[in-house]
């Protein structure tokens, strides 16, 4: 009797062994399947970014079989030029010299293209329609801005606006003009821009009408010149769309904008103010944002939807999170809506400006009264941008709607989106010139502008930013080229304006 007391405790702790056991293989078995999943998930992200890299190649191939037309394999001559010389029509593609003395190399260019976000339920509807030209639409063109963060590259008195940054021999400005004039004709298309900029404007956009360059005295920001634009055209037609579109933006899909500017028409005859929100490609802490809201349900526009609010630059993990949700879009800037509209907005929000405006728009089509009202009224205009004067506090309200559009679209802010924009080799910097001016050895990344003509070399250094002029050199880091514009303050403030 006494055997078996004595067997049980030896069962029992057999089994609570065996248990134990049991429980550490089943975790073990766990943890290898998380490793394993995700290594797995590692391996597809890797997939998914090679096969990112291979569409864009091709669709950069595909995009250059159709620009060359004739399938023989030739290309349009690339032309990088810090200054564009006149062509005979805005259709031409002029070739354009830069900076050295030196041959350039033929290069192909991709095109800025875009990962969509996820959509959810925010997928776009394809507007069909053959017509572009619309009857009563009017482009505004607003050019101003100094690109400090492209300096030296971009100066005060030659903006990046009038530069070929995407090696195709035209201008921003005449890339801009080119791609709206289907919609409007020079007849409809109107530029506002400062006087240092005029003459330059005129020599690359031989067609713009006299009457529709519209000079502002100074600088006052985005809302006094799409004001003044408003402001004219709707005293020469009451019943005028405006559509503003910066001139110094780079665009891939055209037929995909033009269709989103079409379907905008459609909502701003409505009374909207409305803006086109585009879909990020990543978590960008350099764009404002839009939040989508609810949908308007228009037959005409069945992407349109009200504008929830304006997101001001968020930070890294801010960005992340409105990407994840799938409900927010870039804010680039583009506003679609009557003139009439934008003027009665702008008298509800900011009616000194307004009011100003109305006189100076007034007096503009007598040449002595315009000067006289001008100087007496503009420098006292505030100074504003149109996103806080009227889109914010009208979106509050329920006055602005969005058309959220799937183009590529880059504001060209700094030095490191304009290296995305250009190619290169494998292990590489990116190179904005004569690329025989170039010679390196174990450098990666970064982008090089041998723009003063003497040969650059670099050894062991990556992601640099290195841009070479006549009379200035700079030296950063794509990380740090957002904060340019630090050194451009720099050099005025020690006695260097004529660099600027």
């Known amino acids: 009797m006494s055997y078996f007391p004595s067997a049980v405790p030896s069962q029992q702790t057999q089994g609570n062994s065996s248990n134990a056991l049991s429980v550490e293989t089943m975790f073990a078995q766990i943890l290898g399947a998380v490793q394993k999943s995700q290594a797995e998930i590692s391996e597809l992200r890797q997939e998914c970014a090679d096969l990112r890299l291979t569409n864009t190649y091709l669709e950069r191939q595909i995009r250059e079989g159709l620009q060359n037309g004739n399938g023989n394999g030739s290309r349009i001559p690339a032309t990088p030029g810090f200054m564009t010389p006149v062509p005979g029509s805005p259709q031409l593609r002029a070739k354009s010299p830069f900076l050295s003395p030196h041959s350039v190399p033929t290069l192909s260019v991709p095109p800025s293209f875009h990962v969509p976000s996820p959509l959810g339920d925010n997928a776009i509807t394809v507007v069909s329609g053959t017509q572009r030209d619309i009857p009563g639409f009017y482009v505004v063109i607003p050019a101003g801005g100094a690109g400090t963060r492209l300096w030296p590259l971009s100066r005060e008195g030659h903006p990046k606006f009038l530069l070929d940054l995407t090696l195709k021999g035209r201008s ?264 025989s001016l170039v010679l390196t050895e174990q450098v990666a990344g970064g982008i090089v502008v041998p723009g003063s003509g003497r040969l650059i070399t670099c050894l062991g250094v990556d992601d640099l930013v290195i841009v070479d002029m006549p009379d200035t050199l700079l030296v950063t880091t794509r990380a740090r080229s957002q904060e340019v514009k630090r050194l451009v303050k720099k050099c005025r403030d020690a006695g260097w304006k004529t660099l600027l």
């Open 172 to 435: 921003l400005i005449q890339a801009t003009w080119d791609r709206l004039l289907p919609l409007s004709s020079p007849l409809r298309t109107t530029v506002v821009a400062g006087p240092g900029h005029i003459k330059s404007i005129r020599e690359q956009l031989p067609d713009l009408l006299a009457h529709n360059l519209l000079c502002e005295p100074g600088p006052k920001d985005s809302m006094a010149a799409i004001g003044l634009a408003a402001a004219v055209l709707a005293k020469r037609d009451p019943d005028a769309i405006i559509g503003s579109f910066a001139a110094d933006h780079m665009i891939s899909g055209d037929d995909a904008f033009l269709s989103a500017v079409a379907e905008a028409v459609e909502v701003a005859k409505k009374d909207y103010l409305v803006t086109i929100g585009i879909a990020p490609s990543h978590p960008s802490t350099g764009f404002g944002y839009i939040r989508l809201g609810d949908k308007l349900g228009m037959k005409e526009a069945p992407n349109a939807r009200l504008v929830s609010s304006f997101k001001e630059k968020p930070d890294a993990r801010t960005a992340a999170a409105y990407i994840g949700t799938g409900n927010y879009r870039w804010n680039a800037g583009m506003f679609v809506t009557k003139a009439t509209a934008l003027m009665d907005l702008l008298k509800d929000y900011k009616p000194d400006l307004h009011d100003g405006l109305q006189k100076i728009a007034s007096a503009w089509d007598d040449e002595t009264q315009r000067q006289a009202v001008l100087a007496e009224v503009w420098p006292g205009l505030e100074k504003i941008a149109i996103d806080h004067a009227v889109a914010e506090p009208a979106a509050v309200e329920g006055k602005v709607a969005v058309v959220p559009a799937t183009f590529g679209w880059d504001d060209v802010g700094d030095f490191s989106s304009l290296a995305d924009l250009l190619p290169a080799e494998s292990n590489q910097p990116r190179v904005l010139g004569d690329s």
